[in-house]
């Protein structure tokens, strides 16, 4: 069985500091990991995703990042947040179509 | 990157009745959609998986007569809740798999907001 731990479900942060929401996974096969931005009361925006390669991953927006293996991570980072990236994130995990989501972790950015 | 979108964006009904939401994959045909319920300040909970041609299937615990899926297209797919109740208010959200070089990617839809009042 697969699941994915998002381990902060808020995370404050002032603007043009550095950020990283955390990510574990779980699973007995190889996966895809993908972290999702969600804005108020609108759907999914895909952010980045691994799917195999370099274990950095740039996405968009200024974020990026790093599949580690032998800790089943993948944190997100951003070395410089801005106002607008004020947000809830989403860690998912999955192959073959399905994927199982985080809880989800909101970044307040505030001034 | 790709885009999917979902119509009706809102929708208030009576408890009682049917409300049919479309999930349209714009740029790129989808074998496979996804359907997708989320509560307030919750995560997604994947409802069903819906195939072009082909039955959906249902994740364990949600009633496969209550969510009727249809997937007549290789870019729309249909959800409707029957016999709508106030528990069935929720933001549902689709999404269409991707698939090209050996890589694929879940494109997800605005969301729609359903009210049963």
Redesign the interface.
């Known amino acids: 069985a697969q699941s994915v731990t998002q381990l902060d479900s808020q995370v404050p942060v002032f603007e043009e500091a550095p950020v990283e929401l955390r990510c574990n996974y779980s699973s007995s096969v190889s996966v895809?990991l993908?972290w999702?931005v969600q804005y108020p009361?609108?759907?999914?925006?895909?952010l980045l995703?691994y799917?195999s390669g370099s274990t950095l991953v740039k996405g968009i927006n200024g974020f990026e990042a790093e599949f580690n293996k032998s800790q089943t991570s993948f944190h997100l980072r951003k070395p410089s947040v801005h106002i607008s990236d004020t947000a809830e994130y989403?860690c998912a995990a999955g192959?073959g179509?399905?994927?199982?989501?985080?809880?989800?972790t909101e970044l307040s950015v505030k001034p | 990157g790709a885009v999917v979108s979902q119509h009706p964006s809102w929708v208030i009904c009576k408890s009682g009745t049917s409300v049919k939401i479309e999930c349209r994959s714009l740029d790129f045909q989808a074998t496979t959609m996804f359907w997708y319920r989320q509560f307030p300040k919750q995560s997604l909970m994947l409802m069903a998986t819906s195939n072009e041609g082909s039955k959906a299937t249902y994740e364990q615990g949600v009633e496969k007569d209550k969510f009727l899926i249809n997937h007549a297209s290789l870019t729309l797919s249909t959800l409707t809740v029957t016999s709508a109740h106030p528990e069935d208010s929720s933001f549902y959200i689709c999404s269409a798999r991707d698939y090209q070089e050996y890589q694929e990617t879940q494109y997800f839809g605005p969301g729609t907001r359903l009210l049963v009042l």
């Open positions: 895809y993908f999702y009361n609108q759907g999914l925006q895909l995703k799917l989403f192959r179509g399905k994927l199982i989501f985080g809880q989800g």
